[in-house]
């Protein structure tokens, strides 16, 4: 548990590149399948933007995106519609909703102002207690990011507090762990081992994704939920019904049969041995982050 009269301090300047970024990751190249998800029916979304060719319908989206501002006088913030093509994340994310585009991005520029010079002490010691934590990378050099239900049960991390460090640690990881067109994602291990039905924090957790999605556009790789009661997978699987076919390839849910499936995108190598790899667990140095 947390120490109640210990200082945590999160000095994301201390923190050498050695410790979240190594040659292997800079001189990944993706393959097709790291670059898009691609449905049965040939539906694709796109996973890295950077330094990458467009297909037609993207290049189509963009130019009627950029008529449809000069024709309702609307301008974006500068940075998005540039070699980084975060426009169209935004574009994808919205399903192409030309207005919607603009007004996240918008809302979005703001939000970035922010992110980087947030006032880390209320959520501080979460992330040295391991709510929260990074740790390797899988096949494709995607960092790996554990969010343990457990702790954030037992800290009792309020809903903004928790909001707010996945933020600030998520901007982390693009600004320091990323290779744009590259390594564009992350992967996700929602970690729900022992805890029961009527523990698991739906408030917070619907607040937890809503975030990474609404800020962080076509940054996910993967959602593992693992070591989940059935009743919450049964509940899940029928929601599963009323989501699209590209969320349901991220959102994944297991019970304790999840091994088979995790190790196809991880190595065991580079894994906890509660997850079946060679790791041994964490229990402590859970900031910074160690991805190399």
Known sequence: MVEANKEYVIDVKAIEDSQVINDDVKEFEPSLEDIFIVLQNGDYQRLIF???????REEEHLEDFRSFLKAKKLTLPEGYDDEQKEVLRFLQGTKWDYQLTYDEIVEHNEWKKTIRQMDTA?????????????????NSERP???????????TQVSLDDLTAMSQYYLQFVIDRCMVPGHVENWLAVFDMRDVGVT???????KGLVAAMQKN????????YSIDVTYVVKVLWQTAHRFV????????????????????????????????????PNKTENFWPPQFS
């Open 50 to 56: 950077q330094n990458q060719e467009l297909r037609d």
């Open 122 to 138: 209320p959520f501080a010691k979460y992330l040295h207690e391991g709510v929260l934590y990074g740790y390797k990378r899988d």
């Open 144 to 154: 790996i990011i554990v969010i343990n239900c457990r702790k954030l049960i037992d």
């Open 199 to 205: 523990e698991v924090p739906k408030d917070k957790l």
């Open 216 to 223: 962080f556009r076509g940054r996910l790789y993967k959602f």
């Open 244 to 279: 699209d076919d590209f969320t349901n390839r991220k959102l994944l849910i297991y019970g304790d049969d999840y091994q088979q499936d995790l190790h196809k995108d991880i190595d065991v190598e580079n894994l906890e041995e509660k997850y079946g790899g060679k790791l």
